[in-house]
């Protein structure tokens, strides 16, 4: 069984596009992320929701929106694609947000903007 | 603001053999985890270890093992008998203790380590 998952894997689209990146967690958690890594492998946090409600965001451009519908589920929505945009996406969750609770990464999106 | 750095780009072991990782971390804060990413070819991310600022006792888990050094602010990775199957870029990573807004991994900028058969 997939703990996180996210669809779609890959993603090639043209500058300008607007494009979405599904999560979806069966763990029962209350917290759920998005991560980038960057071209250079570098990670970093963009968004964390916990219960449907945002509490961490980043300094990401506001062409990034992030969704989530209901606790099992976080979307990313990207506006206007731009080729900096390419990168791989992660998503995650864990438990609450709480620190002891580990975060569980999904298989990642690997986003290509041309 | 937290960072943490991974000064070793690239690493390399030859199977059955021991490698060491390093991680230095910077903080002001007295209550944090610190964990040992593995990101393998198929880029999932998979957990290593963690370690808990609050107990001195150095965390294992089978082969992996850590050295925290909390006053130099060190947080190494030890993999003993090393396996064509840890070949993968490692990644450190810190997380602060007071949940919330805070409860983000902070991660170095990894180390790839190759294994020599």
């Known amino acids: 069984d997939t703990a996180v998952s996210q669809t779609p894997k890959y993603l090639v689209t043209q500058m300008g596009n607007d494009k979405s990146i599904k999560c979806e967690q069966n763990?029962?958690?209350?917290?759920m992320y998005w991560y980038k890594q960057d071209s250079k492998k570098f990670l970093k946090i963009m968004f964390s929701y916990n219960n449907k409600e945002l509490i961490i965001n980043e300094t990401v451009p506001n062409r990034f929106s992030p969704k989530s519908p209901d606790k099992a589920h976080l979307n990313l929505h990207i506006n206007s694609l731009e080729l900096g945009d390419s990168a791989v996406y992660f998503c995650?969750?864990?438990?609450?947000?709480?620190?002891?609770?580990?975060?569980?990464f999904g298989p990642g999106t690997r986003l290509t903007v041309t | 603001a937290q960072t943490v750095t991974q000064s070793q780009p690239e690493m390399s072991v030859q199977e059955a053999e021991t490698v060491t990782l390093s991680c230095t971390y910077d903080?002001?804060?007295?209550?944090?985890?610190l964990f040992w990413y593995k990101q393998p070819p198929s880029r999932q991310m998979i957990l290593v270890i963690r370690?808990?600022?609050?107990?001195?006792q150095n965390a294992t888990e089978n082969r992996f093992s850590v050295n925290f050094q909390k006053a130099a602010k060190s947080f190494s990775l030890k993999i003993s008998d090393s396996q064509l199957g840890d070949a993968a870029m490692y990644f450190c990573?810190?997380?602060?203790?007071?949940?919330?807004?805070?409860?983000?991994?902070?991660f170095g900028t990894g180390t790839l380590l190759a294994v020599q058969p």
């Open positions: 370690q808990e600022a609050y107990k001195q």
């Open positions: 903080t002001s804060e007295s209550d944090y985890y």
């Open positions: 990573a810190y997380r602060s203790g007071y949940g919330g807004a805070t409860n983000k991994l902070i």
């Open positions: 763990l029962g958690h209350d917290t």
């Open positions: 995650a969750s864990s438990e609450r947000p709480g620190q002891q609770y580990e975060q569980y």
